[in-house]
């Protein structure tokens, strides 16, 4: 009669050993992605239920009345002391709320304000069939040039999805620099980065180069993603946690517990340098930095100028923002690895941007090439290991987000039978047909060029001497090289629009609507401000430069 005795060990075995608890999550401090996630569910919706007709006013509402209601939040957070003294970890350690994560999300719904502006434009490109069109393409499934496409164009279509694929991408921008174990740090860039290659496939006119650049991009994108989910795997094995805290006491030989199932791969540092490699590998790909810049003159040029603008600032900020606290908070002990890794690329990254943007004849192309080198400028206050690198970074990709949405708002103003005139030869002489527009775009230039009184030299002023103050001495010699290098190009634009002949059959200059009108004169304020009276922001950096582990 043993049934009895097997019944019972079934019956104990299945009792549950412990209370699982309930996750605490602090929904007030992550309430900026919250809001934007929300709201980019809630355009979901829009677009399933309201007529089309009805559709773009209610997305670009709802668009900015969350960006802006997600900024609010992220002020009230700083205000309440988030960013310095009540700074800690959140959502069960999956997210950092603290000073740069509360400053780059500022920075990354800033940008994403200003963007939205440009996606919403409806005034430069002649009217189709009586309606008002976009920069996006009017039914995005349609094949280009096909019957469908040309029934969707005569029909008023538009592409109203775009508003809540930016809000999703905005969303896991949020989450990158703020992410706090390698499992969240993924996920994020995953949430991120799928919109961004559909936002690049859906451009109105050229759509087969719009398509490429999206192909090319997920390629790049996913296999550079494959490279920083294997680092997360040997990561992984070397600490056994994806807690960047816990990564973080493996390495400087501080850990109390050990994993038992993971003590003999524990501590390997074979295991480490390739993981760290990987997942910088992959974070260096969403910044551009060489030798993983290669998808970006190829995007830029082909994706929608809006979508150009809006990639080129908030990826930055947020991939720079992940970096930073991949290397301060979890690899601090492998300084004397990393450095000179960093060396390397930060030099091969200012000089290559510089020096192939000389050879570019198409405004977004050479724009894409300027992006480059300065992915390159901003890893030389990555390098600097001290508070003052940190800040100066954050100044900088403050300074440089207004400066690249500005820039590409004004690209999209000239514009000929074909749509946007992006070969240079047809900006010449544009200082004489359109004054204003070219000297708007001339301060962009020189921002990009770091000329004193705008905010680019404010930024590379302290991004450079950080460096030095690091160590970095030579690096900066380099930098200055690379930006006397890239000057060039700079003026070399400036001079075509105001001291060439304009041709007579050259681009005429869209007269925008208020939308793009407002970003524009953003961007000019942005850069003169941070360029003539630049410390109060700097000291702002200054105040949300301390990590929290």
């Known amino acids: 009669m043993s049934t009895p005795a097997v019944h019972s060990l079934w019956t104990t075995a299945a009792e549950p050993l412990t209370k699982i608890n309930a996750p605490k999550i602090e929904y007030g401090q992550l309430s900026p992605t919250l809001i934007v996630i929300g709201a980019a569910l809630v355009g979901v919706l829009i677009e399933a239920f309201l007529p089309r007709r009805s559709r773009y006013y209610a997305q670009v509402f709802t668009s900015v009345v969350a960006l802006a209601a997600a900024f609010a939040a992220v002020v009230a957070l700083a205000a309440g002391g ?7 970890i959140a959502a069960m350690g999956a997210i950092a709320v603290d000073g740069p994560a509360l400053f780059l999300q500022g920075t990354i719904l800033l940008a994403g304000i200003v963007a939205v502006l440009t996606f919403a434009e409806r005034r430069l490109d002649p009217e189709a069939h009586g309606n008002r069109v976009d920069s996006f393409a009017a039914q995005a499934s349609s094949v280009p040039g096909s019957d469908s496409e040309k029934a969707a164009v005569k029909a008023g279509f538009t592409t109203t999805e775009v508003f809540p694929l930016v809000l999703f991408a905005v969303g896991g921008m949020l989450v990158f620099p703020a992410a706090n174990d390698l499992l969240t740090l993924f996920i994020a860039l995953e949430v991120f980065s799928l919109p961004l290659y559909l936002l690049c496939a859906v451009a109105r006119r050229h759509r087969l180069l719009s398509q490429e650049a999206a192909v090319k991009y997920f390629l790049l994108g996913a296999f550079a993603s ?13 600490a056994g946690s994806v807690s960047y805290a816990t990564i973080a006491h493996v390495v400087d030989g501080s850990v109390q517990d050990v994993n038992p199932a ?33 998808w970006t003159p190829d995007v830029y040029q082909g994706a929608p100028t809006p979508v150009t603008g809006f990639m080129a600032a908030a990826t930055k900020v947020a991939a720079f923002g992940a970096l930073l606290r991949l290397l301060y908070v979890v690899l601090p002990g492998m300084r004397w690895d990393w450095r000179p890794v960093m060396w390397g690329v930060a030099i091969v990254t200012m000089l290559g941007g510089a020096i192939v943007a000389i050879t570019q004849t198409d405004i977004k192309r050479l724009l894409a090439y300027s992006s480059v080198a300065h992915a390159g400028f901003i890893l030389a206050g990555v390098i600097a290991s001290n508070a003052d690198g940190i800040s100066s970074v954050l100044f900088y990709l403050a300074a440089y987000s207004f400066v690249t949405i500005g820039a590409f708002a004004v690209v999209t103003l000239v514009r000929d039978a074909g749509g946007e005139a992006t070969h240079l030869s047809k900006w010449a002489g544009l200082g004489r047909r359109s004054p204003l527009v070219a000297a708007v775009f001339a301060i962009f230039l020189l921002a990009f060029a770091g000329i004193p009184l705008t905010s680019g030299f404010a930024g590379k002023f302290a991004v450079f001497k950080a460096a030095a103050e690091g160590g970095a001495a030579p690096l900066v010699v380099i930098g200055v090289i690379s930006s006397a290098i890239a000057a060039f190009f700079y003026i070399r634009v400036i001079v075509l629009m105001f001291f060439s002949e304009p041709r007579p059959e050259g681009p005429t200059v869209a007269v925008p609507s208020a939308l793009t009108t407002t970003v524009i004169a953003v961007g000019v304020a942005v850069t003169v401000v941070l360029g003539v009276a630049p410390q109060y922001f700097l000291d702002l950096a200054g105040h949300a430069s301390v990590f929290v582990r």
Do not use: R
């Open 226 to 238: 494959a490279f920083t989910l294997f680092g997360i795997a040997l990561l992984y094995g070397y």
């Open 82 to 88: 988030y960013g310095t003294t009540k700074a800690h």
């Open 262 to 294: 993971l003590a003999n791969t524990m501590g390997n540092d074979a295991l480490l340098l390739m993981g760290a490699a990987m997942v910088v590998m992959g974070l260096l790909f969403k910044v551009a930095a060489v030798p993983f810049h290669m």
